[in-house]
């Protein structure tokens, strides 16, 4: 974290069809637009039984999002942002302990997700998160980009 940036306190919760505007907006702040999730992809996850999405709020602004799926022994990261300009103010780490929190140790024991190999801040990001690489998979985003 930045020291000159003092970390934020914010309050996570469950992601309701209103926020879903300003959702999108932080994913395509967040994102390349050809990369962005759009209204659609929001909705294609959000009815899905197993998908669950929270935001980051601090007092009435949202400042963060992440979706996840629960999967028979995991928990899978489908997405997840922070509005640019509040990186490094501990809002996605509040996201990855909030997530870690789902684990148990009889039945979801790991969290699983994808980083496109060009994406070196998000690599950096989860490996100071205590995340690791176990493999490469090729094929898995549509511009052939591992």
Known sequence: MDVNRPALKVHLRWMIRR???EVIRIEAEAYPAEL????DN???YLRQRNSIAMVAEHGADILGYFVYTLGRRSLQLENIAV??????????RAMCDKLANKLTSHKRTR????????????????RSQKFRAV???RDVY?????
């Open 111 to 126: 969290i699983r997700l994808c980083v496109r190999e060009t994406n070196l801040p998000a690599q950096l990001f989860f």
């Open 135 to 137: 493999k490469v998979i």
């Open 36 to 39: 962005a999730w759009n209204e």
């Open 83 to 92: 509005l640019p300009s509040y990186h490094r103010r501990g809002i996605g």
């Open 142 to 146: 549509s511009n052939g980009e591992s």
């Open 19 to 21: 926020d879903l505007a």
């Open 42 to 44: 929001f909705l294609t």
